[in-house]
Structure formats: structure tokens, C-alpha cells
């Protein structure tokens, strides 16, 4: 899959081969299933087991119970996101990493039962009715955040995988695309060129050289970004504007207030009736480009 919520920091705008869905897109699929596929099954076996026992109930009833709980998790998921970005990381540190997990957690626990709570008031309201919860606000709570704690280390474990394969598949689609155009190219001579500038880049505590020309497009990931070859992605904390001052001015555009491009991989531009672009790039992949900046990747 193709990745929101984006190390997108910011969610990604890049398309896989064979998907047409956008990252955004998708992932507002992975969260809508995760959450009301469980929560559409549980309706129809409440709805069973009463009609089995002889104790028929109103369909409105479990679907407020159900769909008032998926709709409370799915407004604190940002919360989940929060802390994928904001997490200086396992191995760097550890004590703070799980410090703003347990947080956001609990703030997870709380903004959904708050809303799955009012939700259900609201709803028995309006058909007339008074919503008796099972046991005391501070029993529910106790009973709800364990089962919290437990989406809230699903949904980010989903999360954390689907970034890094959305990154594994970038690197395998460049890898493919470079082999099937070595194999396709004509031999040729080797000719004797003197070697480009190279950009050097500190990657945690190794320093990596990489000359522009192999650079395939940069993105903004928070604090930190994304550099792209055919071999690898590169994670450095470094601005974009940082990133961008130290390239050459003739072979990389910016299309987007969090993306760099390498004219060189750029196949072919669609209009979008937005006025935005999509961009085909020669490795198979497709990216955004943003209508502010149309002027300068349209020039020539």
C-alpha cells in the first residue's frame, strides 16, 4: 500500500504501479475497514443473538452502540499519528519513545470514550429515550482503556508497517525500472568523465556521499527527509530548503511545498481539472505536483 496519514510526516502523494488509488486515499480505506468492518460485524451478531434468545432488540440500539465506539476511534487516530512522527525512535531513545506512547495512549482511551459516550446520549436523546450505561463513569473507563490501549498498538503497528513498505516498494520499483533499462540499452563504450559533485549526507552516525544526478526526488518528512536513489531512501534531518539550496538549480524543481523532483525522471505531466498535476517518472511511479508551482516544472 501507499502512505497518509506519511516517515509521512505529511501523507504521501505518490501512487504504486497497479494501484490507482492515491496514498490518501488509501489509507482512508485501511481506516474505515479497520475500524467499521469489526463494528458492522458485531451489529449483525447482537441483532442474531437476540432475535435467538426470544429477546428482540431495535437495530437502532446496537448500531448506536457499535458505530458511536468506531466513530470515537476514529477521531482520536490522529493521536495515533501523532506519536509516529513525533517518536525520536526505539533505538535512540527508548524511555521517550515509550513516554509519549503511554500519553497518547491515554488520550486515546479518553477522546474516544468521551465521544463514544456522548454519541449514545445524544442518540437515545433524540429517539426519546435515556442511555443507561452498565456500572459506574469511572468503571467504564477502567473497562474501555484496556481495550483502547490494545487498537491503539494495532493501529500503529499498521501504521509504522504501511510506511515502510510504501518505502520498500519505492526502492523496488527503482530497482526494477534501472535493470530493465540496462538490459534494454544498446552497449556502449565507456567514456571518460570526471566525477560529479557529490552531496554528503549524515545518515544517524554514518556520512553518505550521493551525486545529484542519482537522486531521484526529495520529500519533506517532518524534522526530517526523504532522499531518494534507485538504490536506497535516505532518512536525514535536514529542511527541504536546506536540502534544496545544495543542489544544482538546473536539474531539480520544486512541485510541491514537500517534494523535490529530478527533471531528468520526469516522463510525462496530466492536468488535473483542480489545476494540480500528476507526474509520471520514468522509474514507473506517480507523484502530485501542486498548481503553485506549475510555472516552474513546465519550464523549460
Same mark, same amino acid.
Given at each position: 500500500m501507499s502512505t497518509a496519514p506519511a516517515a509521512e510526516g505529511t501523507a504521501q502523494a505518490v501512487m504504486l504501479?497497479?494501484?490507482r =488509488?492515491?496514498?490518501r486515499a488509501t489509507w482512508a480505506l485501511v481506516w474505515l475497514v479497520f475500524y467499521f468492518l469489526p463494528t458492522t460485524i458485531n451489529v449483525l451478531s447482537v441483532l442474531s443473538e437476540h432475535k435467538r434468545d426470544g429477546r428482540p432488540i431495535a437495530a437502532w440500539e446496537p448500531m448506536c452502540w457499535e458505530y458511536s465506539s468506531a466513530l470515537g476511534g476514529l477521531a482520536a487516530l490522529p493521536l495515533v499519528y501523532l506519536a509516529i !512522527? !513525533?517518536?525520536?525512535?526505539?533505538? !535512540?531513545?527508548? =524511555? *521517550?519513545?515509550l513516554g509519549l506512547h503511554l500519553l497518547l495512549m491515554i488520550a486515546y482511551g479518553v477522546v474516544h470514550i468521551s465521544l463514544m459516550m456522548g454519541l449514545r446520549v445524544i442518540v437515545y436523546a433524540l429517539v426519546g429515550g435515556h442511555y443507561h450505561s452498565a456500572g459506574s463513569w469511572a468503571d467504564i473507563f477502567l473497562y474501555e482503556v484496556r481495550k483502547d490501549a490494545l487498537t491503539y498498538l494495532i493501529a500503529a503497528a499498521i501504521l509504522t508497517m504501511g510506511r515502510q513498505l510504501v518505502r520498500l516498494s519505492r526502492v523496488v520499483a527503482l530497482v526494477e525500472a534501472q535493470q530493465a533499462a540496462a538490459v534494454s540499452a544498446p552497449a556502449a563504450a565507456p567514456a571518460a568523465v570526471e566525477p560529479p559533485a557529490r552531496l554528503? =549526507?549524515? @545518515?544517524?552516525? *554514518? *556520512?553518505?556521499? @550521493?551525486?545529484?544526478e542519482e537522486i531521484i526526488q526529495v520529500s519533506a518528512a517532518g524534522k526530517y527527509v526523504e532522499i531518494m536513489t534507485a538504490e536506497r531512501v535516505h532518512l536525514v534531518r535536514r529542511s527541504l530548503a536546506d536540502i534544496q539550496s545544495d543542489l544544482p538549480p538546473h536539474l531539480f524543481v !520544486? @512541485?510541491? *511545498?514537500s517534494r523535490l523532483l529530478n527533471r531528468a525522471t520526469i516522463q510525462r505531466v496530466d492536468s488535473r481539472p483542480s489545476?494540480? =498535476?500528476d507526474i509520471t517518472l520514468t522509474t514507473g511511479l506517480t507523484v502530485t505536483a501542486s498548481r503553485r508551482y506549475k510555472t516552474d516544472l513546465l519550464q523549460v
Open positions: 504501479p497497479g494501484w =488509488l492515491s496514498a !512522527r !513525533r517518536a525520536p525512535g526505539w533505538a !535512540r531513545a527508548p =524511555l *521517550r519513545t554528503e =549526507l549524515k @545518515v544517524g552516525t *554514518r *556520512r553518505v556521499f @550521493v551525486a545529484p !520544486r @512541485v510541491h *511545498r489545476g494540480d =498535476l
